[in-house]
């Protein structure tokens, strides 16, 4: 299928890679805060944090090389890196070193994330989901401006930065909601959908915060177009660990996010299997914040359902851009979690 993201023949992808680079390392330097969000402090250095912890990364890391989401999204490797090594994979910066080396203790612990997760535990993995995506719009509003400065980019760069700000003081607000629960040792906040500990090594490392558009029955749970300041997204957190010889698969919510009532019902109403395949397809659908064994990249970057699965948008076919080329997504059969490979299933471990 049609790569996104292909140079057009004739182009230096050389010129396009490093344009590319230059502008994602300038707005990655001008959106670090001046000071740390987690301790107040002034900030001089910024931890290269791990989005996902390296314990996962490492446990399924070939040569110390993970591959990257890009592959299954079918970008133009001399553009964009579909594999990268453990120390460049899924790293943020935004917090200091102190917060880094403390914060987060309990649950990157092989020890602790193997036991069922503490409140305490699901608290820290909410914080860092929050702080990968405040982060990521951090670097985005500065991208808007970058582009706008150097080619002027957009029409009305104030309409893409005001989602930006939006999103950003919504996750602003859902770092401090998370942080506070641990701060606080405050129990019974958090409902879990999933919890297992599988006795094998899944090919998959990820967490992401996801704001989920439907159940499984198809039912609406986020309207992700609803532009309302006011409505707030709701949040399913999910995390894939994979360890030693076991792996840890985990989703849950906070219960002030209650949209997610019905979802976890089902979640409870089916058997693990099931719940494994509707956990993988969420990965694929909703994320772009995992990481994969070698063994899986053959299938990854060939598997036509797959990779339009990482394409759509709302069931929408090439990231929602719809036009003659697409037919304008009429007629378009969004993949369904059945399409796909399962790679929480035993047959895939490594
Ligand atoms: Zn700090």
Same mark, same amino acid.
């Given at each position: 299928?049609?790569?996104?993201?292909?140079?057009?023949?004739?182009?230096?992808?050389?010129?396009?890679?490093?344009?590319?680079?230059?502008?994602?390392?300038?707005?990655?330097?001008?959106?670090?805060?001046?000071?740390?969000?987690?301790?107040?402090?002034?900030?001089?250095?910024?931890?290269?944090?791990?989005?996902?912890?390296?314990?996962?990364?490492?446990?399924?890391?070939?040569?110390?090389?993970?591959?990257?989401?890009?592959? *299954?999204? #079918?970008?133009?490797?001399?553009?964009?890196?579909?594999?990268?090594?453990?120390?460049?994979?899924?790293?943020?910066?935004?917090?200091?070193?102190?917060?880094?080396?403390?914060?987060?203790?309990?649950?990157?612990?092989?020890?602790?994330?193997?036991?069922?997760?503490?409140?305490?535990?699901?608290?820290?993995?909410?914080?860092?989901?929050?702080?990968?995506?405040?982060?990521?719009?951090?670097?985005?509003?500065?991208?808007?401006?970058?582009?706008?400065?150097?080619? =002027?980019?957009?029409?009305?760069?104030?309409?893409?930065?005001?989602?930006? =700000?939006?999103?950003?003081?919504?996750?602003?607000?859902?770092?401090?909601?998370?942080?506070?629960?641990?701060?606080?040792?405050?129990? #019974?906040? !958090?409902?879990?959908?999933?919890?297992?500990?599988?006795?094998?090594?899944?090919?998959?490392?990820?967490?992401?915060?996801?704001?989920?558009?439907?159940?499984?029955?198809?039912?609406?749970?986020?309207?992700?177009?609803?532009?309302?300041?006011?409505?707030?997204?709701? !949040?399913?957190?999910?995390?894939?660990?994979?360890?030693?010889?076991?792996?840890?698969?985990?989703?849950?919510?906070?219960?002030?996010?209650?949209?997610?009532?019905?979802?976890?019902?089902?979640?409870?109403?089916?058997?693990?299997?099931?719940?494994?395949?509707?956990?993988?397809?969420?990965?694929?659908?909703?994320?772009?914040?995992?990481?994969? *064994?070698?063994?899986?990249?053959?299938?990854?970057?060939?598997?036509?359902?797959?990779?339009?699965?990482?394409?759509?948008?709302?069931?929408?076919?090439?990231?929602?851009?719809?036009?003659?080329?697409?037919?304008? #997504?009429?007629?378009?059969?969004?993949?369904?979690?059945?399409?796909?490979?399962?790679?929480? *299933?035993?047959?895939?471990?490594?």
């Amino acid at each position: 299928m049609a790569k996104l993201f292909e140079a057009p023949l004739g182009v230096n992808t050389v010129d396009i890679r490093k344009k590319i680079n230059g502008m994602l390392s300038e707005a990655r330097k001008e959106a670090k805060p001046a000071i740390c969000i987690m301790c107040g402090k002034p900030q001089t250095s910024f931890c290269n944090s791990h989005s996902v912890p390296q314990m996962a990364l490492r446990s399924i890391a070939e040569n110390g090389i993970v591959i990257h989401a890009s592959a *299954a999204l #079918g970008v133009d490797e001399r553009i964009i890196d579909i594999e990268n090594g453990v120390n460049k994979s899924g790293t943020f910066n935004y917090i200091c070193n102190d917060c880094d080396n403390t914060f987060f203790q309990d649950y990157e612990n092989p020890d602790n994330i193997v036991q069922p997760p503490t409140d305490k535990i699901l608290a820290e993995i909410a914080v860092k989901n929050m702080l990968l995506q405040l982060s990521k719009r951090a670097v985005e509003r500065k991208l808007i401006e970058i582009q706008q400065r150097d080619y =002027n980019a957009f029409d009305n760069p104030e309409v893409g930065m005001n989602v930006k =700000n939006l999103d950003f003081a919504e996750f602003e607000n859902e770092v401090i909601f998370h942080k506070n629960i641990v701060e606080n040792n405050e129990f #019974g906040g !958090y409902q879990i959908v999933f919890w297992k500990l599988l006795p094998y090594t899944v090919p998959i490392a990820m967490q992401s915060a996801i704001a989920v558009t439907r159940d499984i029955e198809g039912v609406e749970i986020n309207n992700i177009y609803d532009m309302n300041p006011n409505i707030r997204m709701q !949040y399913l957190h999910l995390a894939i660990f994979p360890l030693n010889g076991k792996s840890v698969v985990l989703a849950f919510y906070h219960k002030r996010d209650k949209l997610y009532r019905r979802l976890r019902h089902q979640f409870n109403c089916m058997g693990e299997k099931e719940a494994l395949v509707n956990i993988n397809y969420l990965v694929f659908k909703y994320t772009e914040n995992y990481y994969m *064994a070698r063994k899986i990249e053959e299938e990854i970057t060939t598997n036509d359902a797959l990779q339009r699965l990482s394409q759509e948008n709302d069931g929408m076919p090439s990231l929602g851009m719809l036009g003659i080329d697409n037919s304008f #997504g009429i007629g378009y059969t969004p993949v369904s979690k059945n399409d796909i490979p399962n790679f929480l *299933a035993p047959e895939w471990a490594v």
